[in-house]
């Protein structure tokens, strides 16, 4: 039998998980209709003006890294979910677990090097064979190995805020900004150009998987040990929860500011300031558990707009990819010259526009067909040998 996502769902995974899936697009698609850069620097064009700043400014200080680490989070809790339930059933979790994390693995890396190199599936396929060799763990183990896991990933990503800051060296490689007319044409071109721009994501994606064991598998391994351990004790079914929010939330929000304030006394297009995504890292995970505080107890509402937003969740995974296919396609091949022209406003309203649309066509195809489309795939490759054993 297969396992069926229905039984003993917990609501309020599926309603943070809805707004974290909505959340992480406010960010990507700066990186999806502009140049890399356009994702941390504000004014990273000749047009850019106080509405940039004012934008960037909300994302450093409510969006960056926050709902990265929401995310991160939930896919903890997704592994230790499912194997309890296979484990309830008398069903041998490990081998199913991996074969679902295998495939995740192989949609993560077509998704990176054909679609968008941002993917992040593929990381979290490779923390996840680590993560469940732990799930066994007791809570207090699953904290002290996360957070030390996120203090390895800080000091791996701080040497180049060091080494910024002492050189003087541009150790990002920021490039030269603004753009002119001239470099975003040619960049523009490059871009609408599938060959290029899959050769493009390739290198890149190829890059990240290389470095993905100094820096980002160990923050998102050591958030998804936490999940779990919230998990463990109850966190996501407690009405109290929200007690949690005002000094986890003030905790994170305080240091995004003071992380911002840097980016803007050094200059947010200077090396130092690019250096700093590792220094914001660290405001994600408290204010994400504070943010999943205020959600928990709103679970349970029978309102239209918490109900739309779980089932948005509960298709995460297709709107995910359809978030990056959708946008890479229309800014490439369907308006190619739009790429590269927007300012941070424009397309924050883009966003605006997108969100209402997936939180309407999830919550028509949940209540009417079921399951997700790439859900229902992707659980088919993972289980689909599960009745012949």
Aim: with cysteine.
């Amino acid at each position: 039998m297969q396992p069926t996502s229905a039984q003993n769902r917990i609501d309020s995974l599926d309603l943070i998980r809805g707004v974290a899936i909505l959340g992480i697009y406010i960010m990507n698609i700066y990186s999806m209709t502009a140049p890399d850069i356009a994702y941390s620097v504000p004014r990273w064009h000749e047009a850019s003006g106080p509405a940039d700043d004012w934008v960037y400014l909300f994302q450093s200080l409510f969006v960056e890294s926050r709902f990265m680490s929401l995310f991160s989070l939930l896919f903890g809790v997704g592994l230790a979910v499912q194997w309890d339930r296979m484990a309830q059933r008398g069903t041998a979790p490990k081998p199913w677990i991996k074969r679902r994390l295998g495939w995740l693995l192989v949609i993560g890396l077509l998704h990176g090097f054909f679609i968008w190199f941002g993917d992040v599936l593929a990381l979290y396929a490779l923390c996840g064979f680590f993560v469940i060799r732990h799930i066994g763990d007791s809570v207090r183990r699953l904290v002290s190995t996360g957070i030390v896991f996120l203090l390895i990933g800080q000091l791996l990503l701080g040497y180049t805020l060091f080494g910024s800051l002492m050189t003087g060296e541009n150790l990002m490689q920021v490039p030269d900004l603004p753009f002119s007319q001239e470099a975003l044409a040619e960049l523009r071109a490059a871009n609408s150009d599938l060959g290029e721009r899959t050769l493009n994501n390739i290198t890149e994606n190829a890059f990240m998987l290389m470095v993905m064991p100094f820096i980002t598998f160990w923050f998102s391994t050591g958030l998804m040990m936490i999940g779990i351990a919230l998990y463990r004790v109850g966190f996501f079914n407690n009405p109290n929860a929200w007690r949690w929010a005002l000094p986890l939330w003030a905790l994170g929000f305080l240091w995004g500011a003071g992380v911002t304030g840097l980016r803007y006394w050094w200059g947010p297009e200077s090396s130092a300031a690019q250096s700093t995504i590792s220094l914001m890292m660290i405001a994600g995970p408290p204010m994400a558990i504070g943010y999943a505080s205020l959600l928990v107890p709103l679970a349970k509402s029978g309102h239209w707009l918490i109900t739309a937003l779980r089932n948005t969740g509960k298709m995460a995974f297709t709107l995910y990819l359809s978030q990056s296919t959708l946008t890479v396609l229309f800014f490439s091949q369907i308006a190619p010259g739009l790429w590269g022209t927007l300012n941070r406003l424009e397309t924050l309203l883009i966003v605006a526009v997108i969100t209402v649309l997936q939180i309407g066509i999830a919550h028509v195809w949940i209540t009417r067909i079921g399951q997700g489309p790439l859900e229902r795939l992707w659980r088919w490759l993972a289980f689909r040998r599960m009745n012949s054993n």
